[in-house]
């Protein structure tokens, strides 16, 4: 006759096994979906021949190998094709504007013509990390989302400067009040941190008459409707150079002010809390008062 301790490791065993199997069922059904999903990257650029090669062969060099990247080249004068055509992949394609006519354009032109179910940006300067895709996409397929962002390392001419978001940020992210955290302190989700669903980005576009902050508005408009997760790690390393539009201080003052202007169906406590951090970041850089 079997003893109780017995009893209970032939249950555990049983118990184990069956966890094992459900455990590995889980593992080859996301593994298997993942196999069936592409991703396309949106890379627009304009003049930025002498770095534009290594954003392209930080996302070639992706774990994830199921992508295409869309060279979205806005009217540049310099060699930009030359460089793009140097690189012997065929999951490149290259698209040329005749005019320059902003990255915001660019970008919505890359989603039109992008063909895979995940949309992710890329800018000229910017270096993905290899997991970066493949992290981000079993995080969504994982929470179900339809767009996931990650931490990212910033640089300003070349310096390490902060990453984004910080461990504040982070803490408010962790205790989901994404919301919030967005509409009073800023954007955390930069172009670069997104993975999202074509079909849903699709539906909201980029702004062509933002000069900055075309990520926020982006964001501003969709998170009422979009369910988000977050990959908690560095994935990207975004450099800000001198001639980079984050650091135009006039198009930063243009696009507060069209945000102060836009409707974007908040209630009156959002609305609040949105118009005074606006209201703060005019005082702080402007010396406006309001």
Known sequence: MKNCFDIDLFNFLLIFKLFLKVFLIIIFYINFKISTIKISVIIPTYNRAKIVGNSIKSVLNQTFKNLEVLVVDDGSTDNTKEIIDKIKDDRVRYIKLINNSGAANARNIGIKNAIGQFISFQDSDDIFYPYKLERQLKNIINQKSNLDFCK???????????????????????????????????????????LIRKKFILKYLFDPEMPRLQDYDLILRMIPKVKISYTREVLVDLHIQKDSITQSRKKLKQAIYILLNKNYNFNSNQTRLFTNYLNFLLKTFFHEKK
């Open 152 to 194: 990212i390392r910033v640089f300003l001419n070349s310096t390490f400067t902060y990453l984004r978001p910080d461990e504040n940020q982070e803490k408010s992210l962790l205790n989901g009040d994404i919301f919030n955290e967005l509409i009073s302190k800023g954007n955390f989700i930069s172009n670069q941190a997104m």
